[in-house]
């Protein structure tokens, strides 16, 4: 899988936006953008995903770089409840392929 | 989607012993992956689990240290062996689905003292 690069965290006052950033300039035409979260003690959850075209649902929106060499995640209004760690991870078109996590960015949102 | 529960949901044992995490998916799946995370870590992929195959392992992971049993489409063991300090992890299972979206379970945190 390429490889994607975010910053190792990030910090947000409550109920403003937050745009977490990921780097990933190798990835190839096949490659799907994926988002995860994983809250504290939890397992991760899928959160949004694209290949070109930015994204929306109910939990965020996705925008894709034109030349899909970045991309970012966008939460509208950030909560106490969407601290944790994000994952942007490129993932081949196939539902069978594991995916492969980086190290992520931990959000911190601050009342 | 798909509902994953594990159980233990956390143990602590002592070394040289083995424990067996059991994952079971309120629905029927054709791939199951184990994944381990350590003390402030990220997640590792440790194996893929088809029914009715061998599970396939990552490097740095072997079957006689995490034995793997998939007996149906529903359920997976993984079984930590012969367990050091260091295998002190959450150890999380995880389905795939055709529309690309993987599900985890709550894991199952392990403390080897």
């Known amino acids: 899988d390429a490889k994607t690069t975010q910053p190792n965290s990030m910090e947000s006052n409550e109920e403003e936006p937050v745009h977490l950033p990921c780097n990933h300039s190798?990835?190839?035409?096949?490659?799907?953008i994926h988002w995860y979260r994983q809250l504290p003690s939890q397992g991760p959850e899928y959160v949004i995903h694209?290949?070109?075209s930015n994204v929306n649902n109910r939990m965020a929106s996705l925008a894709i770089a034109e030349d899909r060499k970045s991309s970012t995640l966008i939460l509208h209004r950030a909560t106490l409840r969407d601290a944790a760690v994000y994952y942007c991870?490129?993932?081949?078109?196939?539902?069978?392929?594991?995916?492969?996590f980086g190290k992520g960015t931990r959000l911190s949102v601050i009342a | 989607s798909a509902v994953i529960s594990q159980k233990p949901s956390r143990d602590i044992c002592q070394r040289g012993t083995s424990l067996t995490i059991q994952c079971q998916v309120d629905?029927?799946?054709?791939?199951m992956f184990w994944y381990r995370q350590q003390p402030g870590q990220s997640l590792t992929l440790i194996a893929t689990?088809?029914?009715?195959?061998?599970?396939?392992?990552e490097s740095g992971f072997v079957i006689d240290k995490f034995p793997i049993s998939r007996p149906n489409l529903t359920f997976s063991t993984l079984t930590v062996s012969n367990m050091s300090p260091e295998d002190s992890s959450i150890y999380l299972c995880?389905?795939?689905?055709?529309?690309?979206?993987?599900?985890f379970g709550p894991g199952t945190r392990l403390l080897v003292l």
């Open positions: 190798t990835i190839s035409g096949t490659d799907y």
């Open positions: 694209g290949l070109t």
């Open positions: 629905s029927q799946v054709t791939m």
């Open positions: 991870i490129l993932r081949a078109y196939s539902g069978n392929t594991p995916l492969v």
């Open positions: 689990a088809n029914q009715g195959s061998e599970a396939t392992y």
């Open positions: 995880s389905v795939g689905d055709p529309r690309e979206t993987q599900y």
